[in-house]
C-alpha cells in the first residue's frame, strides 16, 4: 500500500501493510485527505510518532461487520478510546489515557489508501457535501468545540487570533453566536477571504495596544500567539488555546492570577455540527483549499504546505479521479458547499 511514512524523516513508501480491522472497525479506502499545522509539527517533532501521518480525511467503507456501513462515504473521529478505563466510564472518552489517535499515536493515518477506524467513530457524510469540503470536517469539528465549552453571548467581544486554516475556519464559527467578533492575522489574501464574507479584520501589526475582548481564540500556531492573547484579554476573561506546537510558550502566571484570566485548552469537537454547518452554507471552505495532489506527489504537497502563507493543502488516492478539478483556483464561482 501506498502512503506517508515518517520515521524522523517524511518519506513516500509504496510497501505499507495493508492495515487489518480489528473487531468492530472498518476498513476504509481513503478518498482525499487534508494537510494540518499539526502534520506539520509532527514532522517538527510533536508527539514523538512514528507512522503514517494524517487524519483529516474523507474515505469509503469497503469492509464491516456491519453492512449497514459498507460503501457509505465517511469522515471519522480521530481519537480511539478503549470505553472501559476510569475516564471512559466518566464519558470523557476524548481522555482516555490508552486512546490511540490516527495518524497521531498507535493508529496509522490517513496519508495512504486504506485505514482503519472504529465503528463507533464514523460518520456518514451526506451527499449534498462535495469530498473537498468533507475533508474539513475534522478541524471544523474542532472549532465547533469551542462553542461547547464557552458560552459566547452576542454582546461579547471576542478575537480570533491567526489566519492560518485552523484560525480562518475559527472565525467563521465564532461568527454564528452573532458576537461582536474581530480576526486577527498577518496576511492579506487570507483577511480577505473573512472580510469578503463580513468578517472584521485586522493585521497584527495594525492593531492599537487598547483593544480588549471577553474571548480570545489563539490559532496561530506560534509559540508567541500566547502573549499576543495574554495582551487582548480583559480581566476576568477567557483564553481559547488552539495551537499545538514544539516549543515552550513563557507564560507570567501571576498576571493569569491577577486578572483572574481563564485559559481553556480545546482539542477534538463534535462532527455533527460541523458537517451541518458544511451543508448548510454557514462555513466557507472553498476558499480554503490552495492546492491539490495526488498522493504519489505527498512530498511535495507537504513542502508546498509548508511554505508560509499556504493554505489547505488536500491529498487525493489515485483511485479516486477528481472532479474534474484539478485545482483550487479551477473551481471557479461555484460554492463547493
Ligand atoms: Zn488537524
Ligand atoms: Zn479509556
Known sequence: MLGLYFDGTLRLKDDLPMPEPGPGEALIKVIAAGIC??????????????????????????RADDPFWVGKRVVGE?????????????????????????????????????????????????????RYAAVFVEPLAACFRILEQVHIKPDMSVAVLGDGKLGL????????????????????HKLHILDRMGI????????????????????????EGFELARRLV?????????????????????????????????RCGPFEPAIKALVRGLVNVQDLI?????????????????KEGSL????????????????????????VV
Do not use: W
Open 169 to 188: 475556519l475559527a472565525a467563521q464559527v465564532m461568527r454564528l453566536p452573532g458576537c461582536n467578533l474581530l480576526a486577527v492575522g498577518k496576511h492579506d
Open 234 to 266: 480583559r480581566p476576568s476573561g477567557v483564553i481559547v488555546q488552539k495551537s499545538t506546537y514544539v516549543g515552550q510558550v513563557d507564560v507570567d502566571i501571576s498576571s493569569l492570577v491577577v486578572d483572574e484570566v481563564t485559559v481553556v485548552g480545546s
Open 78 to 130: 480521530i481519537n480511539c478510546p478503549c470505553y472501559s478505563c476510569e475516564l471512559c466510564v466518566e464519558g470523557k472518552h476524548h481522555h482516555c489515557p490508552n486512546r490511540t489517535i490516527l495518524g497521531m499515536k498507535g493508529r496509522q493515518g490517513a496519508f495512504a489508501e486504506y485505514i482503519t477506524l472504529p465503528l463507533a467513530n464514523l460518520h456518514v457524510v451526506p451527499d449534498a457535501l462535495p
Open 200 to 223: 472584521r479584520t485586522t493585521k497584527e501589526s495594525e492593531l492599537s495596544g487598547n483593544e480588549c475582548f471577553d474571548v480570545v481564540v489563539e490559532c496561530t500556531g506560534r509559540p
Open 290 to 306: 490552495d492546492r491539490r495532489f495526488q498522493l504519489e506527489m505527498g512530498l511535495q504537497a507537504f513542502e508546498y504546505a509548508s
Open 37 to 62: 499545522h499539526t502534520d506539520l509539527e509532527i514532522v517538527r517533532g510533536y508527539m514523538d510518532y512514528e507512522g503514517i501521518l494524517g487524519h483529516e480525511f474523507v474515505g469509503v467503507v469497503e
Open 312 to 335: 489547505k493543502v488536500i491529498l487525493e488516492t489515485r483511485s479516486f479521479p477528481s472532479e474534474g478539478l484539478s485545482y483550487a483556483g479551477e473551481l471557479g464561482d461555484q460554492p
